[in-house]
């Protein structure tokens, strides 16, 4: 799970209350399934772009396209699952790019 944060007042856009850092990861193991929750806490639209993978929407309304950029909708949450079968450092963030410059971004790391 992963929760979107941050303000039009403040541009302080955030992944769980934390800009992103150099040395933030969120581990995967290759050969895993990943299901990715997140959670729009905000009021704006965010377009989430991950590097590396192509992932498939969950839910009633999901489709079977393969994407590597969704719409999370202010105040609703999107799950995502992908397989982890590109090994490396891939950046999962906002494509809003003044979004991701002050934090909404973050690294989702491969583990041996």
Same mark, same amino acid.
């Given at each position: ?14 992944? *769980?209350?934390?800009?992103? !850092?150099? $040395? ?12 990715? !929750?997140?959670?729009?806490? $905000? ?5 989430? +772009?991950?590097?590396?993978? !192509? ?25 995502? *699952?992908?397989?982890? *079968? ?12 003044? +979004? ?13």
């Amino acid at each position: 799970r992963i929760r979107l944060n941050g303000s039009m007042k403040k541009f302080d856009w955030t992944f *769980d209350h934390r800009p992103y !850092t150099l $040395t933030q990861r969120h581990p995967i193991h290759q050969g895993e399934r990943i299901r990715l !929750t997140l959670i729009n806490a $905000t009021s704006m639209w965010h377009p989430l +772009h991950l590097h590396g993978h !192509t992932f498939a929407l969950t839910g009633i309304n999901s489709t079977r396209a393969r994407k590597d950029t969704a719409l999370v909708l202010p105040h609703h949450k999107l799950v995502i *699952d992908f397989d982890a *079968d590109n090994p490396g450092l891939w950046m999962l963030h906002c494509h809003n790019q003044y +979004h991701s410059e002050t934090g909404m971004m973050t690294i989702l790391g491969y583990r041996k």
